[in-house]
């Protein structure tokens, strides 16, 4: 509620008036009710200002939140200059709404800018409460991000460890992503001022790795840094994670990642050794040594070449005979049941063949009808399919001899009076 300046002008325009027969003192009443008319247009604007000052609060505390929260997830080395900008927006955005809500309360220059102040400080404690939460999680926000680095390839498709990739070079990308995710986390960096946070991590947690040489006689003019509680050019209040923790964070890391390490390695040896059918180099050394004797008798006596090809054509034929792959797609058991079972049948009667096959003795084959005969008796089965075919004359037999043309006015008599009979038979 605002009480109009007019209204209350009005008002004391006619505090002069009184009844001259009553001896009343008056202004005592007046002095009371202007103080109560202050006081409950004070609070009223008080709940009102208080009001708008809770709901842009919480414009603030949405619009910053998960913002920043997906900022931190996906850290980088331009996440803090982001949420920088963020948080210069959105309080500019919200301080302006602010003002123009509260333009006809007629506040004091102070008590605006105040709440202002507070506004922002507010903005800032929203930011800041945020990184210190996800703070507590820099060691899960690591793992998941070197399993995203480490099991992915650029185009985000997963890895297929082939043997081609260099695990060496993968695994020190994804781990340089998450100490760079610790890096971000270790400090509040809302007032951009510079820190050798980034290249203390990155020169004594990488391998010893220093990016240049500047840098290197730094950390050793040092000492080690990381053995300390505080940053340097870092206030104590901005430190979300101290040089000792992110020490023992790193070693808790590398150690619970390393299992991926070696199963990627793994899986790299398992896949080379699949798609290898060689022998390893010792074995071909071994077996070139150790069987140097075997070869000279074999140089020495060919027949030994000639036995096994025999044996080797010998165990072919077998294997297609048996059907060796079909027998064990029912299992291990009934192959092995059914391979003995037609093991000795399958060998006595290829031996059998072979032997007929040496001799010379091949089985008759039956002979093949002539092509006359064969037209002829489809003829006949056409145009009597249910009766039995009678005998060939032998006047047709007999005319092989002949001409073609003999041959074809020989068949039109059967055939002719074969469909006669036919004929007559359906009349009747």
Not at 135 to 153: P, Q
Not at 213 to 237: H, K, N
Not at 296 to 308: A, D, G, K, Q, S
Request: proline share 5%.
């Amino acid at each position: 509620m605002y009480v109009e300046p007019q209204s209350m002008a009005s008002f004391f325009t006619i505090s002069d008036a009184a009844i001259q027969q009553a001896d009343w003192d008056s202004s005592k009443v007046r002095e009371k009710l202007r103080r109560d008319i202050e006081a409950h247009a004070s609070s009223v604007r008080s709940a009102m200002l208080s009001e708008l000052i809770a709901t842009f609060e919480k414009r603030l505390s949405v619009a910053l939140t998960g913002p920043v929260e997906s900022l931190f997830e996906a850290s980088g080395k331009d996440t803090w200059a982001s949420i920088r900008k963020l948080l210069k927006h959105e309080s500019g955005t919200t301080v302006s709404g602010f003002c123009s809500a509260v333009a006809g309360f007629e506040l004091e220059p102070g008590t605006l800018d105040k709440i202002v102040q507070n506004l922002r400080d507010y903005a800032r404690d929203i930011v800041e409460k945020t990184a210190r939460e996800e703070a507590g999680k820099v060691l899960i926000r690591m793992k998941d991000r070197f399993a995203t680095v480490f099991n992915h390839d650029n185009d985000s498709l997963p890895r297929v460890w082939t043997g081609k990739e260099d695990i060496r070079m993968i695994t020190r990308g994804a781990r340089s992503a998450s100490l760079m995710h610790m890096t971000v986390m270790a400090a509040i960096r809302l007032d951009e001022r510079p820190d050798k946070i980034e290249n203390v991590l990155f020169s004594l947690l990488m391998d010893g790795t220093v990016t240049t040489p500047s840098q290197s006689r730094s950390v050793a003019a040092s000492g080690d840094p990381l053995a300390s509680s505080t940053w340097e050019e870092v206030p104590l209040e901005k430190t979300l994670i101290t040089p000792v923790q992110c020490k023992s964070l790193w070693r808790q890391f590398k150690a619970e990642t390393e299992y991926a390490v070696t199963q990627a390695i793994s899986a790299q040896e398992a896949y080379k050794r699949d798609n290898n059918w060689l022998p390893p180099p010792w074995a071909i050394l071994a077996m070139v040594v150790l069987g140097f004797n075997e070869f000279m008798l074999l140089l020495r006596n060919p027949l030994y070449l000639l036995v096994l090809f025999v044996i080797f054509l010998l165990g072919k034929a077998l294997w297609v005979q048996m059907d060796v792959p079909g027998e064990f797609r029912n299992g291990m058991l009934a192959g092995l049941l059914s391979l003995s079972s037609r093991f000795l049948p399958t060998v006595t009667n290829l031996l059998k063949r072979l032997a007929e096959e040496a001799r010379g003795h091949r089985t008759p084959e039956e002979p093949r009808p002539t092509p006359y005969l064969d037209s002829w008796s489809f003829r006949n089965q056409t145009l009597q399919p249910n009766s039995v075919s009678g005998s060939v004359p032998d006047s047709s037999v007999s005319s092989n001899n002949s001409t073609e043309s003999g041959l074809e006015c020989s068949s039109s008599q059967p055939t002719h009076r074969r469909v006669t009979n036919v004929e007559q038979a359906e009349f009747s």
